[in-house]
């Protein structure tokens, strides 16, 4: 699967650090790669203060890098000088599956970038490119072919606010090939059709993969704060109150006793289920089409996907079994990692978890 974007510099350390900046958390997964195989280090969460990530952008990168070192304080390894790797997503990164003439492997760097231009809204010389090739070149002598592109001042940002905070930016990937990532990790068969769904603060990303490979990737505009605003207007309450009723409401007998806060959530799982829907049958080709028929699982992640009724949702709307990702299923687990997160939150942190399974310069 076309995976990370651009390796950078090789850490001296054997540790591997997953930095997930979210819009509203940074989550971080510290893992080492032994000779029993991965062993879960320690963990991180911190708060991203309101507007610090903007559109994936940093636009406070002096406060996300404190946010991102308390994030790795907290996994209480000495993460100095460790290989990091980044996920990227929103406006800034743009993922287009394109059809460029093949004439051969040596010249296809050259016609990918020639087909570039036609898919960013700037000149090329601001976007970095990278692409994966899918298949074989078509009977009309044409080669499908993911194209990543991600903006340089973005990809500059990250690069330095890691420096700062004093690791080593090894590798730059997208949110949405990270929990494909994990997931790929955690399951026996690679050959399988599946969806992921991560629901993040602002925006939920969606990746279909058949059999390793990237077919669908969009970031849809519907994430955990649709929810919020909802009942924020629906309820004439503050942003704050709207969050904590909505963190209530897998409660069950908090549901019982606020049936219009179940109605706005069903509200909320209709809308983001449409979109979802939406999405895929405007971006299916006709060998897509046959992939989503045949899904064979959808997994969910992100803070946003544990709203009671959006697992059936999706379950239902693609007729296929859903389930929550559980990023550190086969790693050897640090004891000290409480175990309440490692379980229970653990689908918050599979972006995370996919990009510290990376290695600098990893191409899968
Ligand atoms: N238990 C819960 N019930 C309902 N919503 C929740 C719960 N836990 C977290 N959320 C919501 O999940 C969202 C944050 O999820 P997550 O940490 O995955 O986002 P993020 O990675 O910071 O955002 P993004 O990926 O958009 O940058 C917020 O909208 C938050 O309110
Ligand atoms: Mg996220």
Redesign the pocket.
């Known amino acids: 699967m076309a995976s990370s974007l651009f390796g950078f510099l090789h850490g001296t350390k054997n540790i591997q650090l997953g930095i ?6 940074v ?1 971080v997964v510290a893992v080492e790669n032994t000779s029993k195989g991965i062993k879960l280090l320690g963990l991180g969460w911190e708060e ?1 203060p309101p507007g610090a ?1 903007v559109d ?1 952008g940093l636009s406070d990168t002096r406060t996300i890098t404190q946010v991102v070192k308390s994030a790795l304080e907290q996994t209480k390894i000495r993460y100095k000088g460790a290989n990091a790797a980044i996920g990227l ?2 406006i800034n990164v743009v993922f287009k599956r394109i059809l460029v003439p093949f004439q051969g492997m040596a010249e296809l760097p050259k016609q990918v970038i020639l087909e570039a231009q036609q898919h960013v809204d700037s000149d090329l010389e601001h976007w970095q490119i990278d692409y994966e090739a899918i298949g074989i070149p078509n009977t009309e002598g044409q080669l499908a072919v993911l194209l990543v592109a991600a903006k340089r001042a973005i990809v500059e940002q990250y690069v330095e606010m890691l420096k700062q905070v004093g690791v080593l930016p090894a590798v730059l990937d997208c ?1 949405a090939f990270a929990v494909s990532n994990s997931f790929e990790f955690t399951q026996q068969d690679p050959e399988k059709t599946n969806l992921c769904v ?6 939920t ?1 969606i990746h279909l993969t058949v059999g390793g490979q990237s077919s669908i990737i969009r970031s849809l505009p519907v ?3 649709h ?2 605003d909802l009942i924020s207007r629906q309820l004439n309450v503050n942003h704050n109150e709207a ?1 904590a009723i ?2 209530s ?2 409660n069950p007998d908090f549901a019982a006793g606020h049936p219009d806060v179940v109605s706005i959530c069903q509200h909320h799982t209709q809308e983001l289920c449409e979109e979802i829907k939406k999405t895929m049958e405007f971006y299916s080709g006709l060998e897509t089409q046959s992939a989503i028929r045949a899904i064979d699982a959808v997994v969910l ?7 009671p009724g959006l697992s059936e949702g999706i379950s239902s709307l693609l007729n296929a079994d859903t389930v929550y990702a559980s990023p550190f299923k086969g790693m050897n687990i640090n004891p000290k990692i409480d175990e309440n997160v490692t379980s229970r939150y653990s689908h ?1 942190f599979a ?1 995370a978890a996919g990009l510290a399974l990376r290695r600098a310069g990893d191409r899968t």
């Open positions: 997930d900046v979210g819009a509203s958390a989550k991203t990530v994936g997503r929103g949110d991560d629901v993040g603060r602002d925006t990303k994430g955990g704060s929810f919020t969050e909505k963190w409401i897998a992640s992100g803070g946003g996907s544990v709203v918050q972006v």
